[in-house]
């Protein structure tokens, strides 16, 4: 069965770092276009980035390009979105899915960043 399981969110200072981790399985997550996408409170969900399966071809929303890398390692299962400058406005909980996104989601990782 489709499992992701986000990891690695927390409290942060504005101007901070975080680096968080997505587990994917029950699904080809090695040909699979895979993104991030976040929830600030109060708001609908937000695109945040996205990874083709092969790496090569990565893309950003404006809000976060410069500062947020995402990654993955396919012999692994594992996405990753390493966030650098953080501000209060990248306060959200974070979810990882596919590209379009499985009919399933994880329960998110919260990121709160304090200014």
């Known amino acids: 069965q489709v499992q992701l399981v986000e990891s690695g969110g927390g409290v942060v200072k504005s101007g901070g770092s975080l680096k968080l981790s997505c587990a994917a399985s029950?699904?080809?997550?090695?040909?699979?276009?895979m993104d991030w996408v976040r929830q600030p409170p109060g708001k609908e969900r937000e695109f945040v980035a996205r990874?083709?399966?092969?790496?090569?071809?990565?893309a950003y929303a404006d809000s976060v390009k410069g500062r947020f890398t995402i990654s993955r390692d396919n012999a692994k299962n594992m996405l990753y979105l390493q966030m650098n400058s953080l501000k209060p406005e990248d306060t959200a909980v974070y979810f990882c899915?596919?590209?379009?996104?499985?009919?399933?989601w994880g329960q998110g990782t919260q990121v709160t960043v304090s200014s």
């Open positions: 899915n596919r590209s379009p996104p499985l009919g399933y």
């Open positions: 029950g699904f080809t997550f090695g040909a699979d276009t």
């Open positions: 990874i083709y399966w092969n790496s090569r071809t990565t």
